[in-house]
């Protein structure tokens, strides 16, 4: 690679990194992959960099190469184990009184640890298309169809997944902790 590819590469890798980071976190539930996942996206990323012309196409390779790795992670036989069952939510109440003065409306900036382990747990019961549409419409606040590129599918696939994750996030929520998060954001 050039020197200046170089460059180029570290300014995005500095700018974007922490972004992917989240967006692996909330795909994966685990910091740990989260970090595997990000690290093997950058990678790849790099032996492409000479392919991706403008900042804005980096973004959406990167964002798209994200997914990937972490859709062939799950498919891993040794990654479908799970070691621990965690109850989605202790039935305590005091949970609203915490955020209140936040307000910014982010998932991952909640500061109460309940509430942030309860979404995290729900959202690992959810597959893995179903929980990739969720992060990418809500948390990367893509479009449907910039969803459905990055997936491989149809509009209509990634409103279906959408629809029947959120289903299914209601479900395994339940009532209250849905009040006392949607207080919160």
């Known amino acids: 690679m050039l020197t200046i590819d170089e460059a180029s590469y570290r300014e995005f890798v500095v700018a974007r990194r922490r972004g992917l ?11 740990h992959l989260a970090e595997d996942l990000v690290q093997e996206t950058l990678a790849k990323l790099y032996l492409a960099w000479r392919r991706v012309k403008r900042r804005d196409e980096a973004d959406g ?3 798209k190469t994200l997914l990937n790795v972490y859709i062939d992670s799950r498919r891993r036989p040794w990654r479908r184990e799970h070691a621990t069952d ?4 202790d039935g305590s109440t005091e949970h609203s009184s915490t955020i209140r003065e936040r307000g ?3 998932p991952a900036e909640l500061t109460d640890p309940g ?3 309860c979404l995290m747990n729900a959202l690992a019961e959810l597959p893995p298309r179903q929980r990739a549409a969720l992060v990418l419409r809500f948390w990367e606040d893509l479009s449907v169809e910039q969803v459905a590129d ?3 599918c149809s509009a209509g696939t990634v409103k279906s997944q959408t629809a029947r994750g959120l289903e299914r996030l209601r479900t395994l929520l339940g009532d209250t902790a849905r009040a006392e998060m949607e207080e919160q954001v």
């Open 150 to 152: 990055l997936l491989n």
């Open 115 to 117: 509430l942030r382990r």
């Open 21 to 31: 980071l989240r967006t692996a976190f909330l795909l994966s539930g685990d910091w």
């Open 104 to 106: 910014s409306g982010d």
């Open 61 to 63: 390779y990167a964002r």
């Open 86 to 89: 965690l109850s989605l939510h």
